[in-house]
């Protein structure tokens, strides 16, 4: 008889790989599918998103940071260009090397790899399509079949002149001028790169604001930091066409409210207006698995309504990060092995990694007051912060909301230069329900940015001290 495995995981993205690699050290068999024809590891993430772009982030953080910083630092350089090639190269040399190390990690797991479509053929049963078709015997599937750029009517990607987020990591000559659709993370992050390397950046946003989502006072001020470094907006458009010629792409833009259409003449445009669930080809419907309208599948603590079909990360509800992919991903093969899976969906951080660095956790002003529940604010300039002084390194602040009862932090919101490593901070202390008198008597080093955390944990009770 052919081998049963306790787990096969389809997809081999942050939520399928975490799913093998726990199954292994809780002693489950487990196979893990993946159909990227490059045969490499990590999904959506180590491939075409988290790693590479921020790869490119980097590299042209350091550019920036030297054609306007250096000399005021008392640097003097001469001959500074980009190499684009190389830049790129060195982002493929980040993605080559993490995938490799997903692929090490899943062998010493013992997680059976497989290359092909997975198909659900059966309840317990699924289909390798690769170089040959096998058969995979198993009492429990998990679903982690990521997500995929949201199609935009009209505005057809082909991934040279008008590209997704995907094409937007190998553009192969730096865009005169590129016209980023939607003001999400993705256009800020991919637009903050190519506009650093000598882009004219348009960003045109449905809404009459960017980063929906994003605390209103946060992203405002963000709004500010990018206008000031360049990045232009058209805030309240909706794009309505496009065509191309040989070299320029032409978008047709009007008020979302309606009005007079305008031409907007660009190099390249960069469609990112979102992601959605992606369970092409997957067999769902063999099988009897619910999914929503919109594509997500549908769970309850990870399992579909069919009992043995489990389902994790971008595919499934809840923000569309790697992380989350990840904590899915373990609760899940906890509960497969009969254990107590949870993850508290509250308390996922958020980071967009522009310069500066956006970064939260927990609830924004507009939902407490939505919520009716009653808060207090503390805040902290970095213009106050010595560190941040120090560096000439100045924009932003950070934001304290806690319970105006029982000083329980709700939410933490922070703007400027390393936040995306420092909210980790208040995703710990609001993890053990802290209060912010919790964080303004933790003794936090000098000089840091961390302070500035401390500091508007202190406001929460009116006694910040530095500002
Ligand atoms: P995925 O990573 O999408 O993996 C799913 C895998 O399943 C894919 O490799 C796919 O090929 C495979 N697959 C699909 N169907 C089948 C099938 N039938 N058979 C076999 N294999 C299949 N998140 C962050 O937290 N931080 C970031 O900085 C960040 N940056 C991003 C930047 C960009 C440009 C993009 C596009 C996304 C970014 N994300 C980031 C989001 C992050 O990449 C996703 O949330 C994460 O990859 C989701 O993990 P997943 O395992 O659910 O799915
Ligand atoms: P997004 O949801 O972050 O932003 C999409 C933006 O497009 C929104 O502002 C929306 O209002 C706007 N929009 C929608 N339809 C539009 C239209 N027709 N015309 C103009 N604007 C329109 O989506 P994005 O940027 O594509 O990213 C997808 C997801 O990928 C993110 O939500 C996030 O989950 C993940 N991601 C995470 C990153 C991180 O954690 N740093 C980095 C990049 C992506």
């Known amino acids: 008889m052919s081998k049963e495995y306790d787990v096969v995981v389809i997809g081999g993205g942050p939520g399928g790989y975490n799913a093998a690699i726990r199954a292994g050290q809780l ?19 180590l491939n075409v998103g988290c790693i590479p772009s921020k790869a490119l982030l980097h590299a042209s953080e350091l550019y920036e940071e030297a054609e306007k910083n250096f000399a005021g630092m008392g640097i003097k350089m001469s001959g500074l260009k980009v190499d684009l090639p190389q830049m790129l190269k060195q982002k493929e040399e980040a993605v080559d090397g993490l995938t490799k190390g997903v692929e090490f990690l899943l062998k010493k797991n013992k997680a059976d790899m497989f290359y092909g479509r997975g198909e659900v053929t059966g309840a317990t049963e699924v289909t390798v399509h690769g170089d040959k078709k096998q058969v995979l015997k198993t009492k429990n599937i998990v679903i982690a079949t990521g997500s995929e750029v949201t199609p935009l009517p009209g505005v057809d990607v082909d991934e040279k002149q008008i590209v997704s987020s995907t094409g937007a990591l190998d553009i192969p000559k730096i865009p005169k001028h590129l016209v980023v659709v939607g003001a999400g993370i993705i256009g800020l992050e991919l637009g903050s790169v ?11 946003e449905y809404l009459d604001r960017i980063t929906p989502g994003v605390d209103a006072e946060t992203a405002k001020q963000f709004q500010r930091i990018l206008k000031k470094q360049g990045m232009e907006f058209k805030l309240g458009m909706k794009v309505t066409g496009a065509s191309t010629t040989k070299t320029k ?9 309606g009005g007079e259409t305008e031409t907007i003449e660009a ?28 594509g997500v599948v549908e769970t ?13 990360g971008d595919c499934i509800k809840g923000p569309m990060l790697a992380h989350k992919a990840e904590d899915d991903a373990v609760a899940c093969i906890e509960l497969i092995a009969g254990k107590a899976g949870h993850v508290n969906y509250d308390l996922v951080p958020s980071v967009i990694y522009s310069a500066p660095e956006v970064a939260w956790v927990g609830k924004n002003e507009e939902e407490l007051k939505e919520a009716g529940i009653a808060y207090k604010v503390g805040k ?4 106050a912060n010595s560190r941040a002084k120090t560096n000439h390194d100045t924009d932003g602040f950070v934001k304290v909301l806690a319970d ?42 000098h000089p840091t940015r961390s302070e500035a955390v401390r500091q508007a944990a202190m406001g929460v009770e009116g006694w910040t001290m530095q500002a």
């Not at 792409?249 to 409210?257: G, M, N």
């Open 249 to 257: 792409v032409k978008l047709s833009v009007e008020p979302a409210k």
């Open 380 to 383: 902290f300039p970095f213009m």
């Open 194 to 204: 190519w506009r650093r390397l000598g882009s004219k950046v348009t960003v045109v």
């Open 300 to 312: 309850d603590h990870f399992r579909t309504n069919v009992p043995s079909i489990w389902a994790i």
């Open 267 to 294: 190099d390249n445009v960069l469609v990112c207006i979102g992601r959605r669930p992606y369970t092409a080809g997957l067999g769902l419907e063999n099988v009897g698995v619910k999914v929503s309208d919109r």
């Open 404 to 445: 105006a009862e029982t000083d329980k932090i709700l939410g933490v919101h922070m703007i400027g230069t390393n936040v995306g490593e420092m909210i980790h901070e208040a995703c710990m202390t609001m993890e053990f329900g802290g209060a912010s008198e919790d964080i303004a008597r933790t003794s936090h080093a």
């Open 27 to 45: 002693g489950l068999s487990c196979a893990v599918i993946e159909m990227r024809d490059t045969k490499k590891w990590g999904g959506t993430c």
